[in-house]
């Protein structure tokens, strides 16, 4: 099975830099996507990280170490949209190869202050 | 079409009632996601479908729940006599294929079940 831990709640300010941390347990790992779901809203995807290191893409960053099993969503310059729900996921594979379905932690609140 | 279209967007039934959820998918993508978020919850998965294969349903909760795919775009969820503990927002997302990354969430069925 699958595992996934992230914190449930962080606040920062605006401006800031703010590190969402996610660890994960897996029977067999492809890969760790990033989703932001604003409240009432659809997630949306974020970014993928499939081999180690740091993906980064305007604001936000993603990185990946497959021997820790671990994450982390990096946001920098925080705006007060960014407040949302991040989630990290990871594809549960059933029968070899990459293909398989997403399974999703938790989620991580954001909170953003002036 | 643009996006993932979900119907109805809110749905309240009695306990005991049948009800369908509906998800069209975007054009052209093969693979069909449907998942389940309780209030404050991370997403639960429960289904998956790949262009013609035998879909993956080893997140269905009950067999109150059912799921079809026809012709490989609309799908409809399906649960039976519905229960308090069904409640919940119920997510589509379609992707290329069936992999890790890149889903395409619809806004959801908020389902309420009194």
């Known amino acids: 099975g699958q595992s996934l831990e992230q914190p449930s709640e962080v606040t920062a300010v605006e401006g800031a830099i703010v590190q969402i941390n996610c660890t994960y347990q897996t029977s067999g790992f492809y890969g760790l996507s990033w989703y932001q779901q604003h409240d009432g809203g659809a997630p949306t995807f974020l970014s993928y990280n499939a081999l180690d290191g740091l993906e980064e893409t305007g604001r936000f960053s993603s990185f990946l170490s497959r021997s820790d099993s671990y994450g982390y969503l990096l946001l920098q310059e925080l705006q007060m949209k960014d407040s949302a729900s991040y989630f990290c996921a990871v594809t549960q594979s059933r029968y070899g190869g990459s293909q398989g379905n997403l399974i999703f932690g938790k989620g991580t609140k954001l909170s953003v202050k002036p | ?114």
């Open chain 2, 1 to 114: 079409g643009a996006g993932v279209s979900q119907s109805p967007s809110n749905k309240v039934t009695e306990k005991g009632k049948d009800v369908e959820l509906r998800c069209d998918p975007i054009s052209g993508h093969t693979a069909l996601y449907w998942y389940r978020q309780s209030l404050g919850q991370g997403l639960e998965f429960l289904i998956y479908f790949q262009g013609n294969s035998a879909p993956d349903k080893s997140g269905l909760p009950s067999d109150r729940f059912s799921a079809e795919r026809t012709g490989g775009s609309v799908s409809t969820l399906t649960i039976q006599r519905t229960q308090q503990e069904d409640s919940a927002v119920y997510l589509c997302a379609s992707s290329l294929a069936v992999r890790g990354y890149g889903y395409t969430f619809g806004s959801g069925t908020r389902l309420t079940v009194v």
